[in-house]
């Protein structure tokens, strides 16, 4: 199995990760990522820290950065799923959701003032 090393990108620098583990692949390399995400952020913000500025970047063996993945992107998904829960805040149509795609065009029988 190959080894993928997960540096450590923040606001106070970055942390090389000199000894790496050895996953399937680079699925499963982000996946084990993204479950350190979301304990390291929690331990960041309890701390009083802002976990938004970190990343992991994925590497191989030879240092070729293969993936870069950033807190915001592991975090703004999890608010957004959030969200979608609160039926008290969707809007009625879908056209008022999203007004820039199809489902936002007036259809022929509703007039819009």
Do not use: N
């Not at 390291?40 to 913000?45: F, P, R, V, Y």
């Not at 008290?88 to 489902?103: D, I, M, Y």
């Amino acid at each position: 199995m190959p080894y993928f090393y997960c540096h450590l990108r923040g606001p106070s620098g970055y942390e090389r990760d000199e000894i790496g583990l050895e996953f399937a692949d680079l699925d499963a390399a982000y996946l084990e990522v993204c479950r350190a995400i979301l304990d390291m952020a929690a331990e960041l913000a309890r701390s009083g820290h802002d976990p938004m500025p970190y990343a992991f970047e994925i590497t191989d063996a030879d240092g070729l950065l293969l993936m870069d993945v950033p807190f915001r992107e592991m975090l703004s998904k999890g608010l957004r799923s959030r969200r979608r829960l609160l039926p008290a805040r969707r809007p009625r149509s879908a056209a008022r959701w999203c007004g820039r795609c199809v489902c936002a065009q007036p259809s022929p029988t509703r007039s819009i003032a």
